[in-house]
């Protein structure tokens, strides 16, 4: 087994500890670092436990903050038009699939043929979450008559739903060959025991849910805060300072938000034998096998 799996496998089980080697590894100074520990801990964000490969530099953990941050910002600023609200949609959707592809597991042999169905499916899941995610702004378009009933379900309402489903649903279609090829199970000893398309289910399943947490948050609690700062007298003496309250919120709920998503899911997950196919059934283990979920 790969040496960054095990360190998961005796480290990340309960979620408190999980949440603190998160703080750790999303530490932009452990970047700056020659120490040996934030060494190791740069390498748990860095090398890919499933190839050895190195992560590129853009989709690796401890950038997912400061690179998607103003994108998830700027995509749920109130836009004017609808080629605003298409622009920064398509750079945080092209972002987040970018994201999910790289550090997916990895266990499925690649070859042209599957190559080329990846490719076809993260482009679709970008052009698909791009015009999905600016829905809000072609709701006010179509229905601006409507007045303040349209502007606050697109504004308030919407939004947060639609952020929570988009950002599951990439996860659930850029990684979907998981669940279509399988991805390797490994018995308390950390032996590769097999390739499991339930294991690589559940992997996918736990990364979206917990992608749609971070997304959902990110959008809910700034739009609740706002609603109860509107009533405020002095916001309603200087309404020119709700934008940047939203513009900081949103960043400081999201930085937030990053590792307790991450932490909400172990990275070497647990399941049931009972839960696997059948050529599992018949191992002589202690009713639980593991595999790495991928982030």
Not at 209 to 227: D, E, K, M, Q, W
Request: net charge positive; glycine share 6%; proline share 5%.
């Amino acid at each position: 087994m790969d040496p960054n799996l095990q360190y998961w496998q005796s480290n990340g089980q309960s979620f408190l500890s999980r949440l603190r080697l998160w703080f750790k590894i999303l530490d932009p100074s452990s970047v700056l670092s020659s120490q040996v520990a934030n060494a190791w801990l740069l390498s748990l964000s860095s090398v890919h436990p499933d190839t050895g490969g190195v992560i590129s530099p853009l989709f690796r953990s401890q950038v997912f903050l400061p690179i998607s941050a103003p994108l998830v910002v700027a995509s749920l600023l109130p836009h004017k038009g609808i080629k605003p609200a298409l622009f920064w949609q398509f750079l945080l959707q092209t972002y987040c699939a970018g994201f999910n592809h790289a550090n997916r597991n990895a266990t499925a042999t690649t070859d042209n043929k599957t190559s080329m169905k990846q490719s076809i499916l993260i482009v679709g899941t970008v052009a698909y979450s791009t015009f999905a995610g600016a829905l809000p702004q072609l709701i006010l378009k179509r229905f601006r008559l409507i007045g303040a009933v349209a502007e606050t379900f697109s504004r308030s309402l919407l939004p947060v739903p639609l952020s929570a489903c988009l950002a599951g649903f990439s996860v659930m279609v850029v990684r979907s060959e998981e669940a279509d090829n399988g991805i390797r199970v490994f018995d308390s000893n950390g032996n590769a025991i097999g390739v499991s398309k339930a294991a690589g289910s559940k992997a996918i399943k736990e990364t979206a849910l917990s992608r749609a947490a971070l997304f959902g948050t990110t959008a809910a609690v700034p739009t609740l805060l706002l609603a109860l700062l509107k009533r405020a007298k002095f916001v309603q003496r200087n309404p020119m300072i709700i934008a940047p309250v939203r513009h900081i919120s949103t960043a400081i709920i999201f930085g937030l938000m990053i590792p307790v998503s991450f932490s909400l899911f172990p990275q070497f997950g647990k399941i049931k034998k009972e839960s696997l196919e059948e050529e599992f059934q018949s191992l002589d283990s202690n009713g639980e096998l593991f595999y790495h979920r991928g982030l």
